[in-house]
Nanobody, 123 residues
């Protein structure tokens, strides 16, 4: 069992930045590929970014590539999502989750979800 808690969301103007954190407890955090997803009202949960167990490999959705950076600190059992140049369309609840396998990109391929943190970008 892994428990995940997201934090760092909030209200920001377009063009601004936020840094989300995902704190993990339970099983060995450093063993898992981790991911960030987001879900806007009335839309399906969508992939944002993924990071390998040691941080050596990352993957991003095209919509956030070049603006968002995923990272992790295994010593602190924490994963991060630095979000720059935010746009109104980035508004969503952001979730972190544990991947079932290293190349996972769909929500069904992830388990142990956090409760989410709201990000709202005003225009």
């Amino acid at each position: 069992q892994v428990q995940l808690v997201e934090s760092g969301g909030g209200l920001v103007q377009a063009g601004g930045s936020l840094r989300l954190s995902c704190a993990a407890s339970g099983r060995t955090f450093s063993s898992y590929t981790m991911g960030w997803f987001r879900q806007a009202p009335g839309k399906e949960r969508e992939f944002v970014a993924r990071i390998s167990w040691n941080g050596g490999s990352t993957s991003y959705a095209d919509s956030v590539k070049g603006r968002f950076t995923i990272s992790r600190d295994n010593a602190k059992n924490t994963m991060y999502l630095q979000m720059n140049s935010l746009k109104p369309e980035d508004t969503a609840v952001y979730y972190c989750a544990v991947a079932r396998f290293s190349g996972a990109r769909h929500a069904r391929e992830y388990s142990f979800w956090g409760q989410g943190t709201q990000v709202t970008v005003s225009s």
